[in-house]
Structures are given as structure tokens and as C-alpha cells.
């Protein structure tokens, strides 16, 4: 197990437990990195079943197109070097009710002799067109030719319905079943029909998406909605606060309609009401590629580019491929307040898009907390640390013989020192003067707490290294 604990708390079940204190002087493996989840609303592909894909074509092979695909992936087109994307997306389609599979019915010289069925439900089913013909080498053979609007992607061979239904079990775009013994008469093709891809999706599709993924805990760091509802972002984000508690350290990035895009108070109202260190409201949307998209869609892009960002890396006047934003907010008063307030915007800098400054929606530091934690590269690299200590320690743990010795606990702090924090400092992180020891509220003279023989408790000392986001240059002319 892991998860937070309390000082002084003692847990049942074996783990490793952290938790995170920061100070004025800020003393207190990047498992999750690049990992982003999405449910995703498709013509095509799997209803309720999670797929992990590693680029936009293997998306756009299971799916089609999906706008959403367009946004996660937004600079791998990128003209500079510099392309941020995440190593794996974990893709989850939803549906409406009114979701169904395109199918076509094959007659014989009686009647109906064969379904023929999309395999997924969606309008993609409806593009696939069948074409009966006899075969030119064996006149007793049946052939069944699939194309996708004007391509052939398949065809198979039959001398019976039940041969040409078995020849189609492992197509990925129809499914046959046999109705009569007759063999279909030949045609020159006719297109599936009726197909739906349920576009209009159920909230409670949404919030069955959020119990499945609490089964996918370490396949994900962030996670969005893609949508605007206000109710479903708010239970969503609660859903995050509790998953975080239990050792999940994720994100969750959301935006809204483009009535909200507009609204100045009711973005700053949102960023208010999250007022969490995980998570992101963005409050622009953009213009692309003739498309506009609210801030809701945009939240796609930043989820997948927050996922992605290295620890040492830094969103701040990131330079977006978005050709517009959709509200241009004065630069001195009205995008000032709304960063204040805990909102990711994006801002035209000449004719760039550009992401302004990097923060989530904690504006109000709770207890143990500090306003660094507004930050997203904070929370970033405190989440790495915490998932760091709690793998390292279980491994630690199933490591035989494990006595609870000094000096094996020495030889754990050192051990964590040079797995944990080493890494993070040989690439800046956090400061080089990390430490890592036994806790003296439990150990030495001055000892409050008397621990369990079966636990060790230990502290953590380390500096976060900011990013270098503003520079002041004081000119002075001789």
C-alpha cells in the first residue's frame, strides 16, 4: 500500500506512506511521467474498454478521427526541435444510448441469407460498403468484398454462408451472421446503414468513466474530461482530491464552453472554487487551423503537454502551434487578475499563441502548504518525490532478510538519498543540498513519538528548483 499519512498516525496495512510539509524555507522516478487519460467520444472503435496507444496514428487506427487526437498530439508538428508529447495516452470511448452498429442484410434468391454488421458501434460503419461476386477461379465460391468508402480493405472466400461467416471472424470492420443456407446473389456493392456513434453522452457515462479508472492507477499522471460541464469538472476534481489521498498522485486539467471563455468572473469564480494544487483550469480558447476551440478542448492540449513536459522543463511563454486565442484580455489589469487567481491562460505574444504562466488553482495555501504549490513544476516534481520514496520503499520492504535495525534504517536513508533525490538533483530539480533521515520526533532523546517495532519513520529534506520565468535586467547608460 501507499498513500499520506499524519504525524503520529500509525497505518494497518504494509506500505509506504509520505507525507509533504512545506516551510518558508521550502524543507520537507518520475513513474507518471508522459502518461495521460482521456475518455474520448469516436465514430468507430471500442465502447468501455480502456486502450493505451503510444502516437496519433495507432489512435486514429482503433478510433478514426477524433478531434481530441488532433489536440493531444498538437506539436508533433511543431516546426522547432522541441516537441513535447506524452509516451502514452490511455484512451476510453463513451457512447450515448442511442449508439448502433451500421449492419447491411444479403439476400439469396428466397430472402434474407446473411447480416452483415459493423463491428463497432458509429457512423464509421456507414462509410463500409459490401459487394457480392462470383469467384473468378472456382465458380462455386462466393467472394465478399469490404470497402471503406472507395477503398477495398478486405475481401473473403466462401462455398457456404457458414465458411464465409468463419472467413470473417477476425475482420476489423464486419461481422456476419448467417440467416438461410442460400448463398447471397451477386451486386456491385451497397453501403452499410444505420449506424450511430451516440455522440450525446449520458453524465452518468462520465462518472462511471472515473470508477474504471481508479483500476488504472499508475498508467496515468493527468487526466481530463475534455467537456464543459461545470458538474461534471467539480466532480471530477473531487474524485482527484480523493484518489490523491490514497497514494495516486494524479492531475486534472479542465476549461469551459465559450460563453465561460468570455465571462471573466465565472473563470476566476471556477479557478476559486477548485483551489487544488492538482488541479489546472484553463481559461482560453483558441483558433486552429479554421477551428475554434473552447477552453474545454484546449484543456485536452495542456492535460497532454503537462503529462508529457520534462521535470526540468518549464510551460512558462511556451510557444503553443495555436494560431489565435478566442479572447485577447487586456494585459495590464484583466489577464493579470485571472493568473491570480489560479488560471492557466494563453496569450497572443506578437503573432505567437503562448502559454502565459504555469499555474493550477491553489490560490489559498491550506495547512502544509505554501503558495509555491500554485505552481504546476512544484507539484510536479513533490508528486515525483512522493511516488519515488513510496516505490522505493515497498521494494525496500519485500527485500529479505528485513530487520528493523539502525542500521538498516541507515542503510534505507541512503539508499533513498541515492535512488530517489540523486537523480532529481543531477538534473536540477531540486538543490544538490537534499537530505534524507531517521525522523527525530520518533528517534534520539528528543523523541515524541514511540514507534511500532514494525515501522521506521524518516525525513526528507529538499529544495525544489524553480525555473527561471522572469528576468530583470537593470540597464544603466555611461
Known sequence: MAGIYQPGEEKVLSGAYSFLKSFIEEQTTPGLRGKLALPIVADWGPIGEFVRVRNKQA??????????????????????????????????????????????????????????????????????????????????????????????????????????????????????????????????????????????????????????????????????????????????????????????????????????????????????DANHMAVINVGSGVKWRGKTYSSSKVA??????????????????????????????????????LIEAGTLMLNKDNDKVIIQEPVNTLTVPGPDQSSDFGKIRVVDTFDSILLAEEEAGKEWIRKQPNTNSPARRAAFCQMMKEKVFAPLAAIEVIAPDYEYMEDPLYYGQNAIYTPKRSAGHFVAGFRHQDALEKIYTYNKAK
Open 300 to 337: 485536452v492540449y495542456i492535460a497532454s503537454l503537462a503529462a508529457a513536459m520534462p521535470l526540468n522543463y518549464t510551460m512558462a511563454l511556451y510557444i503553443t502551434n495555436f494560431d489565435e486565442v478566442t479572447v485577447e484580455w487586456d494585459q495590464d489589469t484583466d489577464l493579470i487578475d
Open 59 to 272: 489512435a486514429v487506427n482503433i478510433f478514426g478521427e477524433v478531434e481530441d487526437f488532433d489536440l493531444i498530439w498538437a506539436d508533433f508538428i511543431r516546426p522547432s526541435s522541441i516537441s513535447i508529447r506524452p509516451t502514452q495516452v490511455l484512451l476510453y470511448r463513451l457512447a450515448g444510448a442511442s449508439a448502433k452498429k451500421a449492419f447491411l442484410i444479403l439476400v439469396g434468391p428466397s430472402g434474407d441469407c446473411i447480416r452483415v454488421e459493423a463491428k463497432y458501434e458509429g457512423e464509421f460503419g456507414n462509410r463500409l460498403k459490401v459487394a457480392v461476386q462470383p469467384n473468378l477461379m472456382d465458380a462455386a465460391l462466393i467472394d465478399i468484398l469490404i470497402y471503406l468508402d472507395a477503398e477495398l480493405v478486405e475481401s473473403q472466400t466462401g462455398a457456404t454462408n457458414a465458411e464465409l461467416v468463419a472467413a470473417f471472424a477476425g475482420s476489423e470492420y464486419v461481422t456476419l451472421t448467417k440467416i438461410s443456407d442460400e448463398l447471397p446473389i451477386p451486386n456491385a456493392g451497397t453501403n452499410l446503414a444505420d449506424g450511430d456513434s451516440g455522440k450525446s453522452v449520458e453524465a452518468t457515462k462520465y462518472t462511471d468513466y472515473l470508477d474504471k479508472l481508479i483500476t488504472k492507477k499508475g498508467e496515468y499522471g493527468v487526466f481530463t474530461l475534455g467537456v464543459a460541464d461545470a458538474a461534471l469538472n467539480a466532480a471530477a476534481q473531487d474524485w482527484t482530491d480523493e484518489q490523491r489521498y490514497k497514494g495516486n498522485y494524479i492531475k486534472f486539467v479542465f476549461g469551459g464552453d465559450a460563453n465561460r471563455d468570455k465571462n471573466k468572473a465565472d473563470i476566476i469564480q471556477a479557478s476559486k
